[in-house]
């Protein structure tokens, strides 16, 4: 589902840069990367991790995942459609369809939680339930920044669509993130979590949700934004420190390590440049317009990154076929491991300098993106290799 998601926010983002759907922009490969792909992301890991920290099964288990999942890709795609068609009816249904998933996600983990024996890192899952609960409050501020734009209310609109991002992007993606990193950094180092980092983790936690909060009444009173931002960054540290304590022990050398602490490296830089932009801003069309700026930075130097490092990561474990094949996988997926990194960064970095010519900035996104591609070049590759593993052992007498 992630990947069929990602292949149709590139098909779009072609589609926008050769011409046909020019008009739309952004907006539409955008929504179809973070709604669609990240967002059906998140409500799978979401549940694993979740399961993982509770020891507990979830309520409905997978068959509920997979309701959950299907429904909220549907709630997508409606968007989409309701919105470039121009069908508020439609999108509304959509956003129905993630609110309600959202509230499902809510829901079942809530009751994993109530029943679980209290392990240690338990509190950790209150990430996913402040992230849920954000993806919610985010659907419904999109939908009312797309009935104040129908209504030409243009400073309401912009006041909501402030809103809006900062809550899908700092915090539903964003809280998401650092509550998972908490646990998975150190298991793709594959070394111990520092003593401190869950508790550390859970007094963020407050922070981030107060940051957001806060960010996201910019529209009303653009100081908001640098005062948010603050208290985010506060609460991101909570994370962060303690990762970058066991990155300095166990460096990252993999190209799922560097692109982890990549795309955490582009979050907090957008994050910044959002407050400091809005504080300066003339007016709230003049803070929007900041956002503008930095979404592109956010939607692949952050999300699209956490995705391919996730994928690069998990890939080996969930093909199967016993460590060889893991080792197989891995050595596949990490070639060129650190040109790669550096290569496809270093590009988004140029592509989103609005001071430089538009053919350098556009040229350098094409190239960063054919580099990035290798992640699922890989995965396939990986595959092959794994199946051609099974296929010869299979043939043994």
Same mark, same amino acid.
Not at 55 to 82: C, Q, T
């Given at each position: 589902?992630?990947?069929?998601?990602?292949?149709?926010?590139?098909?779009?983002?072609?589609?926008?840069?050769?011409?046909?759907?020019?008009?739309?922009?952004?907006?539409?490969?955008?929504?179809?990367?973070?709604?669609?792909?990240?967002?059906?992301?998140?409500?799978?890991?979401?549940?694993?991790?979740?399961?993982?920290?509770?020891?507990?099964?979830?309520?409905?288990?997978?068959?509920?995942?997979?309701?959950?999942?299907?429904?909220?890709?549907?709630?997508?795609?409606?968007?989409?459609?309701?919105?470039?068609?121009?069908?508020?009816?439609?999108?509304?249904?959509?956003?129905?369809?993630?609110?309600?998933?959202?509230?499902?996600?809510?829901?079942?983990?809530?009751? +994993?939680?109530?029943?679980?024996?209290?392990?240690?890192?338990?509190?950790?899952?209150?990430?996913?339930?402040?992230?849920?609960?954000? *993806?919610?409050?985010?659907?419904?501020?999109?939908?009312?920044?797309?009935?104040?734009?129908?209504?030409?209310?243009?400073?309401?609109?912009?006041?909501?669509?402030?809103?809006?991002?900062?809550?899908?992007?700092?915090?539903?993606?964003?809280?998401?993130?650092?509550?998972?990193?908490?646990?998975?950094?150190?298991?793709?180092?594959?070394?111990?979590?520092?003593?401190?980092?869950?508790?550390?983790?859970?007094?963020?936690?407050?922070?981030?949700?107060?940051?957001?909060?806060?960010?996201?009444?910019?529209?009303?009173?653009?100081?908001?934004?640098?005062?948010?931002?603050?208290?985010?960054?506060?609460?991101?540290?909570?994370?962060?420190?303690?990762?970058?304590?066991?990155?300095?022990?166990?460096?990252?050398?993999?190209?799922?390590?560097?692109?982890?602490?990549?795309?955490?490296?582009? *979050?907090?830089?957008?994050?910044?440049?959002?407050?400091?932009?809005?504080?300066?801003?003339?007016?709230?069309?003049?803070?929007?317009?900041?956002?503008?700026?930095?979404?592109?930075? &956010?939607?692949?130097?952050?999300?699209? +990154?956490?995705?391919?490092?996730?994928?690069?990561?998990?890939?080996?474990?969930?093909?199967?076929?016993?460590?060889?094949?893991?080792?197989?996988? %891995?050595?596949?997926?990490?070639?060129?491991?650190?040109?790669?990194?550096?290569?496809? %960064?270093?590009?988004?970095?140029?592509?989103?300098? +609005?001071?430089?010519?538009?053919?350098?900035?556009?040229?350098?996104?094409?190239?960063?993106?054919?580099?990035?591609?290798?992640?699922?070049?890989?995965?396939?590759?990986? &595959?092959?290799?794994?199946?051609?593993?099974?296929?010869?052992?299979?043939?043994?007498?």
């Amino acid at each position: 589902m992630v990947l069929a998601w990602l292949v149709v926010a590139a098909a779009l983002a072609v589609g926008v840069i050769g011409g046909p759907l020019a008009a739309w922009g952004t907006w539409l490969p955008l929504h179809a990367l973070l709604l669609g792909g990240i967002g059906s992301a998140i409500t799978i890991w979401s549940a694993h991790f979740a399961d993982t920290l509770l020891h507990r099964p979830a309520l409905g288990g997978a068959g509920l995942l997979d309701v959950r999942l299907h429904a909220h890709s549907l709630g997508a795609i409606a968007v989409l459609v309701g919105i470039t068609a121009g069908r508020p009816a439609v999108t509304l249904a959509g956003v129905t369809a993630v609110l309600a998933c959202a509230l499902l996600g809510v829901a079942a983990i809530g009751v +994993q939680y109530r029943r679980a024996l209290a392990p240690r890192m338990a509190p950790l899952v209150f990430h996913y339930l402040a992230a849920l609960s954000l *993806l919610g409050i985010g659907a419904v501020l999109g939908y009312l920044t797309s009935w104040a734009d129908r209504r030409g209310t243009a400073a309401l609109a912009d006041t909501y669509y402030l809103a809006h991002t900062t809550t899908m992007l700092l915090g539903f993606v964003g809280i998401t993130v650092l509550g998972t990193l908490t646990v998975l950094w150190p298991t793709m180092l594959r070394t111990r979590m520092e003593p401190t980092a869950a508790r550390w983790a859970t007094r963020g936690l407050p922070l981030l949700v107060a940051g957001v909060a806060i960010t996201a009444c910019a529209g009303l009173w653009r100081m908001a934004a640098g005062i948010g931002v603050v208290v985010y960054l506060i609460g991101a540290a909570a994370v962060v420190l303690p990762a970058a304590v066991t990155a300095r022990r166990v460096p990252p050398t993999s190209f799922a390590t560097m692109s982890a602490a990549a795309s955490v490296g582009w *979050l907090l830089a957008c994050v910044g440049y959002i407050g400091t932009g809005i504080v300066l801003a003339d007016d709230v069309a003049a803070a929007r317009e900041v956002i503008h700026t930095v979404r592109v930075a &956010l939607g692949a130097g952050f999300a699209l +990154q956490i995705v391919a490092a996730a994928l690069s990561y998990l890939t080996p474990v969930m093909l199967g076929g016993g460590p060889a094949a893991a080792r197989a996988a %891995n050595a596949i997926l990490d070639r060129a491991a650190a040109w790669r990194v550096v290569t496809a %960064n270093g590009c988004l970095l140029i592509a989103v300098a +609005q001071i430089l010519p538009e053919a350098v900035r556009l040229a350098a996104a094409v190239v960063g993106a054919a580099v990035a591609g290798y992640v699922p070049v890989g995965i396939a590759l990986a &595959l092959r290799r794994v199946l051609r593993g099974e296929k010869h052992e299979g043939g043994r007498p």
